[in-house]
């Protein structure tokens, strides 16, 4: 049976980005399934001064507990919204580290790809293709924020050589409107009205990472405020496609 598959970078992106088009998916009796591939576990217990700032921030401890964390949220996010999720190995950027043992992103947005992790599109896409199958859809992030890990997500995707749908990074979209113009450059979009159940049963999915409600928004309250808003002034959920066909490495951002 065709699937749905959502390539998310991080534990959260493809529930904040699309959930209530995923609600509407598995309603109907679709196939969906959530694959976030920066969802590992470091080998290596230290954390980086950025980590640990963000550890603060979520409430956690070790980078271990944390991951295990934020996987629990994911799956019942997912289940709120009738997917399967997916945890692949790699690891967060925040956790990866040179040969040299050194963290390589200070900030991981607006970062630039090190020579450490020039094969690192490839690896992503591989991991991918060989759970893919023939008629499955993929949908990727745009990259809009120019997270580090979103773009290279999206530069595997695009190294998969099959046709890509592509939705809008929230609530990056949300702090960066002006981005979507470059990021759809020859695209067509189409747009996927959803149900109020299905918006209740997304903003419901995104609370249950609590965990990283304190560093997507200033407050609960607003976040749901802010994506209502951007619901009713687009009526409904767009995604994109390209118009030509899809090439093997297509430029998305910056690359090593």
């Given at each position: 049976?065709?699937?749905?598959?959502?390539?998310?970078?991080?534990?959260?992106?493809?529930?904040?980005?699309?959930?209530?088009?995923?609600?509407?998916?598995?309603?109907?009796g679709e196939a969906v399934e959530i694959w976030t591939l920066m969802s590992g576990i470091p080998a290596n217990p230290e954390l980086s001064e950025f980590a640990l700032q963000?550890?603060?921030?979520?409430?956690?401890?070790?980078?271990?507990?944390?991951?295990?964390?934020?996987?629990?949220?994911?799956?019942?996010?997912?289940?709120?919204?009738?997917?399967?999720?997916?945890?692949?190995?790699?690891?967060?950027?925040?956790?990866?580290?040179?040969?040299?043992?050194?963290?390589?992103?200070?900030e991981p947005v607006d970062a630039q790809v090190p020579p450490q992790e020039a094969a690192l599109p490839e690896h992503l896409c591989e991991a991918i293709n060989r759970r893919?199958?023939?008629?499955?859809?993929?949908?990727?992030?745009?990259?809009?924020?120019?997270?580090?890990?979103?773009?290279?997500?999206?530069?595997?995707?695009?190294?998969?050589?099959?046709?890509?749908?592509?939705?809008?990074?929230?609530?990056?979209?949300?702090?960066?409107?002006?981005?979507?113009?470059?990021?759809t450059a020859g695209m067509r979009s189409t747009l996927y009205p959803f149900s109020d159940a299905a918006a209740e049963a997304w903003l419901a999915a995104i609370g249950e990472?609590?965990?990283?409600?304190?560093?997507?928004?200033?407050?609960?309250?607003?976040?749901?405020?802010?994506?209502?808003?951007?619901?009713?002034?687009?009526?409904?959920?767009?995604?994109?496609?390209?118009?030509?066909?899809?090439?093997?490495?297509?430029?998305?951002?910056?690359?090593?």
């Open positions: 049976m065709m699937r749905w598959v959502y390539l998310s970078p991080h534990l959260d992106d493809a529930v904040l980005s699309a959930g209530g088009l995923i609600y509407e998916q598995t309603l109907t963000m550890h603060q921030k979520w409430g956690t401890t070790t980078a271990e507990a944390t991951v295990a964390t934020r996987r629990a949220e994911d799956q019942r996010a997912a289940a709120m919204l009738g997917a399967v999720p997916v945890h692949f190995e790699f690891l967060d950027a925040i956790y990866r580290r040179g040969t040299g043992g050194e963290p390589l992103y200070a893919l199958n023939p008629d499955d859809r993929v949908i990727c992030q745009l990259a809009i924020g120019q997270h580090v890990d979103h773009l290279l997500v999206r530069n595997a995707a695009e190294m998969l050589g099959r046709p890509l749908l592509y939705t809008a990074d929230l609530p990056y979209l949300l702090w960066s409107p002006k981005d979507l113009a470059e990021k990472y609590r965990s990283q409600l304190s560093t997507l928004y200033e407050s609960w309250e607003l976040l749901c405020q802010d994506m209502r808003a951007h619901w009713a002034s687009q009526g409904g959920i767009r995604l994109w496609a390209r118009t030509e066909p899809q090439g093997e490495g297509l430029d998305s951002g910056p690359k090593a």
